[in-house]
């Protein structure tokens, strides 16, 4: 091959790898390219999801609030008449500031309504002015319980009124409904899913006053089959807390049940996380249930919040105790998972004393009331029965002193 023909292959090999060279470093190039794009994206991804995380709040807390058994005998009716109908907001004007700082505040309406025109009674059988709504309203209370033995009262108008007069002043309530049976609600508390059942245990001996469809549909009875059934549902429906408030055990007695303690343990098991109840009238017993990964917090009853029960009326001191039971709720809201993060008590107790003729009652958080923080001049006998109602609420409760 001659000199010059040498030249060109030479030129043409070296255009030719010089072409493949430049095509393989094209594509790298190309690649390297959509690789950092790929980073980019991702990176603004990343950063986004930092920013997002930033915003979230780590934890979520809500507090809620239960008392006992609200319940209207006659002395209390006509206390608190007036001349242009009834006003019950005094009665609550000691405790309001406990109530209306919760975030939920549950009490147990144990009374019932008519939708006719017939006069207000008490006990055994009910019938009470609906302006103690309005004082429930004014106190901070926002859902009430309408399961219990008196729901009957005034037969199944007597459920339907008490519903349109609580639905009139938008509180929300559980236990009832006009007929289609609704164990539990779901109520969003500061971005927790709280799941709120009630249950009444007794009827009074009234059940022939609705029809067998209508008793299950229109009360929450308890049967602890559908119990774990409504529990299990109540999670499906996205509850990230189970609460119980059962009207249950026995009238008067200081120390819950064998009864009330294994029905505690079922719905423990069932997935409860907090069981509260009312009925007795007096203070029960609390107790924690350890099921080893969770606990299962108890108390069997609060007592009377308000009622004319009391030592002069029963022969029973402990019937004017009562309590103020708060839950602290702490959610993660990277884990979702929520839990009790403190328990607080308020020991309370109905004073009653006559005024301008007739009864005036006060529901007085006792520690206030025994340091002197009320604007009330208390007698001696009453000041030792609010000691000892005092270190009767914290005898059964003391695992919550604070």
């Known amino acids: ?148 033995n008196h729901v009957l009262d005034q037969g199944r108008d007597g459920i339907i009124k008490m519903i349109d007069e609580l639905e009139k002043r938008e509180i929300e309530y559980i236990g009832t409904s006009k007929g289609e049976y609704t164990p539990y609600k779901i109520l969003d508390v500061n971005d927790i899913r709280v799941g709120i059942f009630t249950y009444a245990f007794y009827l009074n001996g009234l059940n022939s006053r609705l029809n067998e469809e209508e008793i299950s549909t229109m009360l929450n009875l308890y049967d602890e089959d559908r119990a774990k059934i409504d529990i299990e549902n109540a999670k499906k429906d996205g509850a990230e807390i189970i609460i119980l408030f059962l009207h249950w055990g026995n009238e008067y007695q200081k120390l819950a049940s064998d009864y009330q303690r294994d029905t505690a343990l079922k719905l423990a098991e069932f997935g409860a996380d907090i069981i509260v109840g009312s009925h007795p009238h007096v203070i029960q017993d609390s107790e924690i249930i350890d099921l080893g990964d969770r606990n299962t917090y108890v108390f069997y009853s609060l007592g009377n919040f308000y009622s004319n029960q009391r030592q002069e009326t029963m022969g029973n001191s402990l019937t004017e105790d009562g309590a103020i039971l708060k839950f602290r709720l702490k959610k993660d809201n990277f884990s979702g998972s929520t839990l009790v993060e403190n328990i607080n008590i308020t020991p309370t107790w109905v004073y009653r004393k006559m005024e301008n003729g007739k009864y005036g009652y006060y529901i007085l958080p006792v520690k206030d009331a025994l340091e002197g923080n009320l604007d009330l001049n208390l007698p001696e006998n009453i000041i030792e029965r609010l000691q000892r109602s005092y270190e009767n609420t914290f005898t059964k409760l003391n695992l919550y002193k604070n």
């Open 1 to 148: 091959m001659g000199k010059s023909l040498r030249y060109i292959a030479a030129f043409l090999i070296i255009l030719l790898l010089s072409g493949c060279s430049i095509s393989y470093t094209q594509t790298e190039d190309f690649d390297a390219e959509q690789s950092e794009n790929v980073t980019i994206e991702e990176s603004i991804s990343t950063q986004i999801e930092e920013k997002t995380i930033e915003h979230i709040k780590p934890y979520s807390y809500a507090e809620i609030i239960f008392v006992g058994d609200i319940m209207l005998h006659m002395p209390q009716v006509n206390s608190a008449k007036t001349s242009e109908g009834y006003d019950f907001n005094p009665v609550f004007k000691y405790i309001k500031p406990y109530i209306e700082d919760s975030d939920l505040a549950i009490a147990n309406i144990e009374t019932s309504f008519s939708n006719k025109d017939k006069p207000f009674s008490g006990f055994p059988l009910f019938n009470s002015p609906v302006e103690i709504l309005d004082a429930l309203k004014f106190t901070g209370f926002n859902v009430l319980s309408t399961a219990n």
